[in-house]
């Protein structure tokens, strides 16, 4: 049996207790590592805790692992209990369900535990979760690679005045680019784009479209650490997020799109005094 266990956001106390108890059923514990990581990373002591109150060793799995070495994870699913942790819901990432197929296609069971993830938690800035349009991914730019696919999804949304959810890049075991060339992998230190950063490639994007989907007046939301005691939740236009040092990771961006008066007075909670 394999059970795919969301961990939701903040620390090793937001499991359920679903989830607990199959993880305590089963004989190896794999933790996703890549496309999310809860409030205290991947150091040995934030793993030590979920150790500590899960009662089980966790094999830390990379994007390496998950994608090319899977099957072998698969096989002991075949005959004993594994667990799969994954940071906020299990299907937060296609890398997941990509990862249900293959378990289905070799005969093995599957059980997901849900959790809170930021596709829902989102909701704590005060827009209404209905009135958010797709959701895109800003990956960090290099000076040869300045993907902008993105912007149409963006101008889709804004054209049906719904709200865009950005999620930002993050970098964890990624080989550096020399060493690929030189055929032996060594791997940058981790990333975490900032709202700051997120906003100034966003500037930078629109400049090559005359359509202009926003400018640096648009309304956004600035969140960091959701579902963390210390969350940050900063309201204000895109001038003035940049001003701001929103702390450690992880943040994510809310472009603004119309809005309902309840959502208005919710914003302005959170609405940057401009004086």
Not at 189 to 218: C, G, W
Request: proline share 4%.
């Amino acid at each position: 049996m394999l059970y795919i266990i969301g961990l939701g956001l903040g620390d090793e106390k937001d499991i359920t207790l679903r989830g607990l108890e199959a993880i305590k059923k089963c004989s190896k514990v794999y933790m996703e590592a890549y496309t999310s990581l809860l409030s205290f990373g991947i150091t040995s002591d934030g793993l030590s805790k979920l150790e500590k109150v899960y009662g089980k060793s966790i094999i830390v799995s990379d994007r390496e692992m998950v994608e090319e070495k899977a099957d072998d994870m698969l096989l002991e699913a075949l005959v004993s209990g594994v667990a799969f942790l994954v940071v906020g819901d299990p299907f937060g990432a296609t890398t997941h369900s990509d990862l249900v197929v293959r378990a289905k296609k070799l005969g093995v069971d599957v059980k997901v535990v849900h959790n809170a993830s930021v596709m829902n938690a989102i909701g704590v800035c005060g827009l209404q979760l209905y009135r958010y349009g797709e959701t895109i991914s800003i990956p960090f730019f290099t000076e040869t690679w300045k993907p902008d696919s993105f912007y149409e999804k963006i101008k889709r949304n804004r054209k049906l005045g719904l709200h865009t959810l950005c999620l930002l890049d993050i970098k964890v075991k990624e080989p550096s680019l020399e060493s690929l060339c030189r055929g032996k992998k060594v791997y940058e230190p981790p990333r975490f784009m900032t709202i700051n950063t997120a906003i100034e490639q966003l500037l930078e994007v629109v400049q090559n479209h005359p359509d202009s989907a926003y400018n640096k007046d648009t309304t956004c939301v600035g969140l960091a650490r959701v579902g963390c005691e210390d969350q940050m939740i900063a309201a204000g236009s895109m001038e003035q997020l940049l001003t701001l040092d929103f702390g450690p990771p992880l943040h994510c961006l809310v472009i603004v799109g119309d809005t309902h008066p309840i959502e208005e007075e919710m914003l302005q909670f959170y609405t940057i005094n401009s004086s």
